[in-house]
Every structure is written in C-alpha cells, then in structure tokens.
C-alpha cells in the first residue's frame, strides 16, 4: 500500500484545515489507519487512527474533540479534519496504515505503510 498525504497549510489559531490520506495503490479497507505528527526536535506523536474492520476510532487525549477521522472507501481516502486549531498543533503531519489492527495503535513502530508528510502551522 502506498499512501500520499495532503491537505497542510498555514492557518490562524481556531482554524480549521483537513488532511487527506490517499492510498495510491491497493485498498486499505480492512486497514488501521492513524495520523501521526512531529514537531520541531520533539518525537512523533499519535494523533487518531481509524480501525477499518470496526469503523473505531481513536484519538490522543490532546486532540480529543477538537479532531475527527474518518474514511471514505469509495475514494479509499482517509480524512484527519482539524478544528480549533493550536499553535501547539504546529507539526508535520504523517499518515499511516497496519494490516491487521493492534491494540498497540497508538504506537509508529507498530505501522508499515507510511506517507509523506505534510506541514501544518498555526499560527497569526
């Protein structure tokens, strides 16, 4: 599976912005997906993954109601759309995918497939 992220950009804090996650070859339907960031000399990071099998979805504590993934398998395209925006949500943003899910979702060793990243800042 071959995945390509897109969608970052520069928007003021309280913005919103949604990031997409296209798997260019194959499908992931079945897949775990997640987002991932890394800021500026700080570790990567779980943001929220989509479970395929399921339609569950996590998220890290940080993000929690402000973040919302979701998938659209007919565009085999999974979706990270970010509200209210952070100065601290500043990262490069990498999309992921694991077949078959792990309850160690949360964790990058854990995902083979890899894309791009994509920067986000917040920033006025």
């Known amino acids: 599976v071959q995945l390509q992220a897109s969608g970052g950009g520069l928007v003021q804090p309280g913005g919103s912005l949604r990031l997409s996650c296209v798997a260019s070859t194959g499908t992931f339907s079945d897949f775990t997906v997640a987002w991932f960031r890394q800021a500026p000399e700080k570790e990567r990071e779980f943001v929220a993954a989509?479970?395929?099998?399921?339609?569950?979805?996590y998220y890290a504590g940080s993000v929690k109601g402000r973040f919302t993934i979701s998938r659209n398998t007919a565009r085999n395209t999974v979706y990270l759309q970010m509200n209210r925006l952070k100065p601290e949500d500043t990262a490069v943003y990498y999309c992921?995918?694991?077949?078959?899910?792990?309850?160690?979702?949360?964790?990058?060793?854990?995902?083979?497939?890899w894309g791009q990243g994509t920067l986000v800042t917040v920033s006025s």
């Open positions: 992921a995918a694991r077949w078959p899910h792990t309850v160690a979702y949360y964790n990058a060793d854990q995902y083979e497939h």
């Open positions: 989509f479970r395929g099998s399921t339609r569950a979805t």
